[in-house]
């Protein structure tokens, strides 16, 4: 599992011209299964992904978590980012989870993120999707059950 993660300060994902799931500050999260990833893989990188302090605290410091600093998740299935490209031109997703356990692990870490005390949003598993956003720093992280 991989979750490549933008502190925001606005983000919006769009399908087929209507708006998904829309935030203000928080964090948008590019999401991707890998073959061999479990519910207990995913709740670890998401208790991870809820505790990972890179908001500022008063100091400027990055040391506040994404519930520490009242924002909000927009979730984005990203099968891409499971891709293997060591060797050659073209990406290989052999690493990606099949797309029905990927789409199985993509709610249910959906409705554990919505169990967890944050707002969520989402983006529509396997759609053709349009994702803006304001990235505020920047600041960017990939992290990474491996």
């Not at 979730?75 to 029905?100: C, Y």
Request: no cysteine; charged share 25%; proline share 3%.
């Amino acid at each position: 599992m991989k979750l490549l993660i933008q502190r925001v300060s606005e983000a919006r994902v769009r399908v087929e011209e209507k708006t998904t799931g829309e935030i203000n500050q928080g964090l948008l999260v590019f999401v991707a299964f890998e073959r061999g990833d479990t519910l207990q893989v995913m709740e670890k990188l998401g208790s991870k992904l809820l505790a990972y302090r890179v908001f500022p605290d008063k100091s400027d410091r990055m040391n506040l978590n994404v519930v520490q600093a009242a924002g909000s998740l927009l979730v984005v299935s990203q099968f891409t980012l499971a891709a293997n490209t060591k060797k050659g031109l073209r990406p290989s997703f052999t690493p990606a989870a099949d797309p029905k356990e990927g789409l199985r692990l993509y709610d249910a870490f959906l409705i554990w993120l919505n169990r967890q005390n944050i707002q969520v949003a989402s983006g529509q598993y396997g759609a053709d999707m349009k994702v803006s956003l304001t990235n505020d720093g920047p600041v960017t992280f990939l992290l990474d059950s491996q």
